[in-house]
């Protein structure tokens, strides 16, 4: 993050725009929306500006810029024309401590003016730190559409209970969830169909039942959410949401840094990630922890890559929590035979090439993999091993020797779906040494079968290495 966001408080203070014209101008009414006692310093002003000075009890001095005019100013804007008046402005301001903005001039401001979406008292501020104005504008779009035309009035009706909330919801942690339950009530969508009254109605009613209703809010609860195979964009609506709830997030090696950063920010983090023959937290330890944290009151985040009842031992977790009478909920995740095979232009089924998909575990005991080989092998059929790199070249000498042709196709996909994706093509007979030249790091996923001839004409995301 190059910029801090901040909303800074100038109601009835002064503050310096520099200019004179239709920028100048822009600059100042987004001042005064915000209170601000607006100072105009400009040789000549634009008639509209004119207007707008005389409107609002707006102070022009007809001067050229003065570091005087920066005396008690809190905030400055230069939005001249002049390169050299706009340097000068920043330069005083600077030696002042001033926050300044010289429009279109990012090199000489200590901050950056963004586009606003304004529900006040709720206000969406976007920036992309000067680098594209036009993005900006369409994410300011965006939000415009997303954002419900009376989320104001949701939010003065909240801010209008806090204190009633305060004396009757004891404890900083009660509050938050309190206030979350009423979120995820009827109230907003009442308040955004302007039934306001009715919105009051609920929220008094939810006050009144909270310390009945909730006398076993002691009890916490664990959310196991597939975080899919690494693409944050792949995440569900409602694994997202509850991400943005947890208290504590337990988290796998195959959880992307990306899909972290989308973690409630306060939110505890336990990695109890596994690499091969390398298991620091067993399961049964982060069995234990999710009881432990859950009988501690806290919502516990168990984010697991891909889905968490494919590979992920998400069985026995939940397992372990039904016998504690530990209550969970259960949000499926993109696995990642399917996110990556389509991230590689790779159809898992084809109505020419295979009719069924079969997912294995590449893992090994003792240095072996003991599969049932000759009923894994069968026309027609695709064959997805996850956490197979290391065992690579014992599954194409297993399925050759049980009757599968080694000139069959094989992708092996490093990664997939992440910035980092890497693919490689081969057969059974050629993978395994293919796979070594290029150096895969896991985790990786092997796709066996016809299906991956098709790659090259269905490939959107990046070109495969051969």
Known sequence: MELLPIFLTIKGRKCVVVGGGEIAQRKTSLLLRAGGKVQLVAPEFSAALEQL????????????????????????????????????????????????????????????????????????????????????????????????????NLALLLRNYRKLVKSRVSGFSDRIRFWESVLDSDVPELVYSGQDAKAEQHLNAQIESWQASHQARGRGEVYLVGAGPGDPDLLTLRALRLMHKADIVLYDRLVSPEIMKKVRPDAERVHVGKEPKHHPVPQESINALLVKYAREGKRVLRLKGGDPFIFGRGGEELAELAEAGIPFQVVPGITAASGCASYCGIPLTHRDFAQSVRFLTGHMKNDQLDLDWKNIIAEQQTLVFYMGLVGLPQICEQLIKHGLSAATPVAVVQQGTTANQKMVIGTVATIAEKVAAAELQAPTLTIIGEVVSLHEKLNWYQQAIH
């Open 53 to 152: 000075a005389a409107e609002n009890s707006i102070e022009l001095v007809r001067e050229t810029f003065s570091p005087h005019h920066l005396a008690d100013a809190v905030l400055v804007i230069a939005a001249t024309d002049d390169l050299e008046v706009n340097r000068a402005v920043s330069e005083e301001a600077h030696r002042l401590d001033l926050p300044v903005n010289v429009v279109d001039q990012p090199e000489l401001c200590s901050f950056i003016m963004p586009a606003i979406v304004d529900r006040s008292p709720i206000v969406i501020a976007i920036s992309s730190g000067g680098s594209s104005p036009i993005l900006t504008r369409h994410l300011k779009e965006l939000n415009e559409v997303a954002v419900p035309s009376r989320i104001n």
